[in-house]
């Protein structure tokens, strides 16, 4: 069974652009959540789609946003790029039901200069 | 606020020195708490599930134990390739169906030394 696909791998993006990074899921799973990943903050939750709704959300500011397709598929938007940005963005994909267990992709590696 | 906390933040060991790695949590009842390996560049690769307090659960060299306030992760006669970051989550009883966010620990930096 493939496992949680991320793209792009890595990026570099100028200060004030946009980026969209994307997750393809286990198939199967439902349920799709991303997290940033930080030396000094470590992992924390972003948000959380499950059929191409948003159900749970973390204390990120509005820049950052998701959507979530029919197939599973789900994009991060982050807009008005700032330095503190950088980071590691990982997805991670679960059944969505009763049990939780969530697997990881690879990550986007995501540098602001 | 959920919190987990994560002790020690680094260790060495060597080849074939056992130890514990501990995960403690503050959590408004828990669902499930999980213990996630992480290599250098690489998304955490997923070891266990713990539900309840008196569980065990084991996976080649690694043991983990839950208890009400703490989870520990026993590691056997470690070999080198089982040095990584090893990371605990918990994830709090709200519903019973809908909620997704874990709240991780900041990591146990785990180096075996041949």
């Known amino acids: 069974k493939a496992g949680v696909t991320q793209t792009p791998r890595y990026l570099i993006k100028t200060r004030g652009q946009q980026v969209t990074l994307s997750c393809s899921p286990i198939s199967g799973h439902r349920s799709v959540s991303w997290y940033q990943q930080t030396p000094g903050q470590g992992l924390q939750f972003l948000f959380e789609y499950f059929s191409e709704t948003q159900r749970n959300k973390g204390n990120f500011p509005g820049r950052f946003s998701g959507r979530q397709f029919s197939n599973s598929r789900s994009e991060m938007n982050v807009s008005t790029l700032e330095l503190g940005d950088s980071a590691l963005y990982l997805c991670?994909?679960?059944?969505?039901?009763?049990?939780?267990?969530?697997?990881f992709g690879p990550g986007t590696r995501l540098t602001v200069t | 606020e959920d919190q987990v906390t994560q002790s020690p933040e680094a260790l060495r060991l060597q080849e074939g020195e056992s130890s514990s790695l501990n995960c403690s949590y503050t959590?408004?009842?828990?669902?499930?708490l999980f213990w996630y390996r992480q290599d250098p560049g690489k998304g955490p690769e997923f070891l266990f599930t713990l539900y309840s307090a008196g569980e065990e659960k084991e996976k080649e060299r690694l043991k983990a134990t839950l208890t009400k306030k703490e989870s520990f992760l026993h590691i056997t006669a470690p070999k080198p390739e089982d040095s990584a970051t090893y990371l605990c989550?918990?994830?709090?009883?709200?519903?019973?169906?809908?909620?997704?966010?874990?709240?991780f620990g900041t990591g146990t930096r785990l180096t075996i030394i041949p």
């Open positions: 989550a918990v994830q709090p009883l709200i519903s019973n169906f809908g909620n997704e966010k874990l709240t």
């Open positions: 991670a994909s679960s059944r969505g039901d009763t049990y939780y267990e969530q697997y």
């Open positions: 959590v408004s009842g828990l669902r499930g």
